[in-house]
């Protein structure tokens, strides 16, 4: 049964009983959608083709796509500010050689917002549209904030500035920084008749894997893919988000992402995925028993909280022993 079957049984069903029941019709309530399968995705070598980074995805070959236009998959639908795919969606793909990862994706969005020239400040995700790629060399991220998962994480951020720079982000330690555009850079170019924004980014290896690491052909890598929509020039967040991995879990979770696997060639895939490898179990040690949390707090408690106005150095402050 099709889905415009289905409604139209079910508004029967309501009609029937509002009839049949002196108390009036029942509230229906909203279908509920089962999560999304966690996404496989595979990449395919460069091999000889040139890529030029200008934004035009017209040099990249038919690749399969990483589609990003599910509803689930939206975050941030309250007060009417999603209004569909045509509001924001994506695809995405991705080809690999040695030296980097290249990544394009396409973004459906009726309103584009650029960023402006004065706002780029390297301390949090500027106000504009973009994309933030997370990567996960070793797969075993299982949280946000100070997870052990995440110490070799990269996160890149692509966006329609006039620097073209490809930024670094290292949320967990409060930094980033522009990669130099002889080995990192990001062209974004906006179609305002068709409402769609292309990103194209060269990442290379050298800062997405750990030192030491390099590419190769059935190696697998968790990533996640977060499209940022900004349509209110006073809003200092995005109104929506598209995340890769937002819809396959009944809520958004940081520690989740999906599985990409660099191929050799088409011929290594022979018509099929192939098969990944499981994510690496990790685990948690046990929680410190009571009498540890005991003797923590009495250890804070002889070190209270001060405010430091910078008057003196931190140690005189006292703050330096309650941090200790």
């Known amino acids: 049964m099709n889905w415009n079957c289905a409604l139209s049984l079910y508004s029967s069903l309501v009609a029937v009983s509002a009839a049949q029941d002196p108390a009036g019709p029942a509230v229906p309530t909203a279908p509920q959608m089962a999560p999304m399968l966690l996404p496989q995705i595979v990449v395919l070598p460069r091999s000889a083709r ?19 236009d599910d509803t689930r ?6 007060h009417g500010s999603y209004h569909g795919p045509d509001d924001v969606s994506a695809l995405a793909f991705f080809l690999w050689d040695q030296d980097a990862l290249y990544c394009s994706v396409a973004v459906k969005d009726d309103w ?28 075993d991220t299982r949280g946000n904030g100070p997870d052990p998962g995440r110490l070799e994480d990269r996160s890149f951020w692509l966006a329609d500035q006039a ?75 995005p109104q929506t988000r598209v995340g890769l991995v937002f819809g396959c879990s009944p809520i958004v979770d940081p520690g989740l992402h999906a599985s990409m696997m660099l191929v050799a060639d088409e011929k ?40 430091y106005d910078g008057s003196t150095s931190a140690a005189d402050c006292g703050g330096s022993r309650r941090l200790k």
Do not use: C
């Open 50 to 68: 040139d890529l030029q980074i200008d934004g035009s995805l017209l040099d990249w070959p038919e690749l399969p796509a990483v589609r990003m």
């Open 163 to 237: 620097g073209r720079d490809l930024v670094l982000w290292d949320r967990l330690r409060g930094t980033a920084r522009s990669l130099e555009q002889a080995v990192g850079r990001v062209v974004v170019l906006h179609d305002k008749e068709q409402g769609i924004t292309n990103y194209e980014a060269r990442i290379p290896w050298s800062e997405l894997l750990p030192l030491g690491r390099k590419p190769a052909a059935g190696i697998t890598i968790d990533v996640q893919i977060v499209v940022n929509d900004f349509d209110e020039t006073t809003d200092s967040m």
């Open 268 to 307: 290594a895939l022979q018509g099929m995925m192939p098969s990944f490898p499981p994510k690496p179990s990790t685990t948690e040690p046990p929680a410190p028993p009571k009498d540890y949390w005991q003797d923590l707090t009495a250890r804070l408690l002889q070190h209270p909280p001060v405010v």
């Open 112 to 139: 584009h917002r650029a960023l402006d020239a004065s706002t780029l400040q390297l301390t949090e995700i500027p106000v504009a549209d973009s994309i933030l790629l997370s990567f996960d060399p070793d797969r």
């Open 73 to 78: 998959q939206v975050s941030g639908t309250a």
